[in-house]
Nanobody
């Protein structure tokens, strides 16, 4: 079990920015951010490969989200810019629990476990 704690989130107007982060007990090959809106399944929005910083983003968030990792602090951050109302959801970070190929498949929620508390992001129109 890996404990992860998310912090950040909040409410912003459309077009605004938010930054959130999470911490984990150890390193993993991949770390991801996933979001879940009410009544919806978790969906990956950003994932980062630790070895080289390669990142994968969902098409809907490209140009708006940036994932980063601080290995020394074991933290993963998600910078969210130019936010749309569609970004309203709970956001979670988690380590990958299976091998991930660089590509869209890195966003599959089933590849991630050990959810933190999550943070609420609300984007007003």
């Amino acid at each position: 079990q890996v404990q992860r704690v998310e912090s950040g989130g909040g409410s912003v107007q459309a077009g605004g920015s938010l930054r959130q982060s999470c911490t984990a007990s150890g390193a993993t090959m991949w770390r991801g951010w996933l979001r879940q809106a009410p009544g919806e399944e978790r969906a990956g929005v950003a994932a980062r490969r630790s070895m080289d910083g390669s990142a994968v983003y969902a098409d809907s968030v490209k140009g708006r989200l940036a994932i980063a990792q601080d290995n020394a602090k074991n933290t993963l951050t998600l910078q969210m810019n130019i936010l749309k109302t569609e970004a309203t959801a709970m956001y979670y970070c988690a380590p990958a629990v299976e091998y991930i190929h660089l590509g869209a498949g890195a966003l599959a929620s089933a590849k991630y476990k050990y959810w933190g508390q999550g943070t609420q992001v609300t984007v007003a129109p």
